[in-house]
């Protein structure tokens, strides 16, 4: 059965550097079935895609963030990255990690996600 | 890109029907047969519950029922059960703007 984790710092300070990295057990991440995909979520509000990335390198951001945004993958760790520059309270959330089935829409399995809190 | 927009809240009692919408535009919803519905309970992680507009997983109960018209996406929960209470958002695929989710719509079974 296919799981996500996502780990990194749960405290970031203001203008830096968001780093988070999503761990896949139990399945390959190199298939070219599926991306693999990152979702946040402020606290009390709702679901925001993020950006995600092909076992290739191929990438693909949501046009807000672009700028500060950078996502990577290992297939050899099975892990891909988030980093997310020059941080605002805006950022504070739960970031969740997800499979993304190609040439659909669903967002399955997700990671259980990781609360970052941008504060000095 | 603007968020799906989606009522804040919908309720019914146990055994009725609660019908929840998404409204996207002709980039998102109305392009694509790419529409998705997740249910969240508090705290927890969001469920997949609906994929393609009318597609369920193995697993979600055939109650979860999926359509779309136009540029509006539309979610009907049949014979609502307590364990239904929770958050619901709606995702659309956006083409270049890749993925877009709802306002989210939290139903309460009274």
């Known amino acids: 059965q296919l799981q996500l984790q996502e780990s990194g710092p749960g405290l970031v300070k203001p203008s830096e550097t968001l780093s988070l990295i999503c761990t896949v057990s139990?399945?390959?991440?190199?298939?070219?079935?599926?991306?693999w995909d990152w979702i946040r979520q402020p606290p009390g509000k709702g679901l925001e895609w993020i950006g995600g990335i092909f076992y290739n390198g191929d990438t693909y951001y949501n046009s807000s963030l672009k700028n500060r945004l950078a996502i990577s993958v290992d297939t050899s760790k099975t892990q891909f990255s988030l980093r997310l520059s020059s941080v605002t309270d805006a950022d504070t959330a739960v970031y969740y990690c997800?499979?993304?089935?190609?040439?659909?829409?669903?967002?399955?399995?997700w990671g259980q996600g990781t609360l970052v809190t941008v504060s000095s | 890109q603007s968020a799906l927009t989606q009522p804040p809240s919908a309720s019914g009692s146990p055994g009725q029907s609660v019908t929840i919408s998404c409204t996207g535009t002709s980039s998102d919803v109305g392009g694509y047969d790419f529409v998705s519905w997740y249910q969240q309970h508090p705290g927890k992680v969001p469920r997949l519950m609906i994929y393609?507009?009318?597609k369920r997983p193995s697993g979600v109960p055939d109650r979860f029922s999926g359509s779309k018209s136009g540029n509006t996406a539309s979610l009907t929960v049949f014979g609502l059960q307590p364990e239904d209470e929770a958050d619901y958002y709606c995702s659309s695929y956006a083409g270049n703007n890749g993925f877009v989710f709802g306002t989210g719509t939290r139903v309460t079974v009274l």
């Open positions: 393609d507009v009318s």
């Open positions: 997800a499979r993304h089935v190609r040439f659909s829409d669903r967002f399955d399995p």
């Open positions: 139990g399945g390959s991440i190199s298939s070219s079935n599926y991306l």
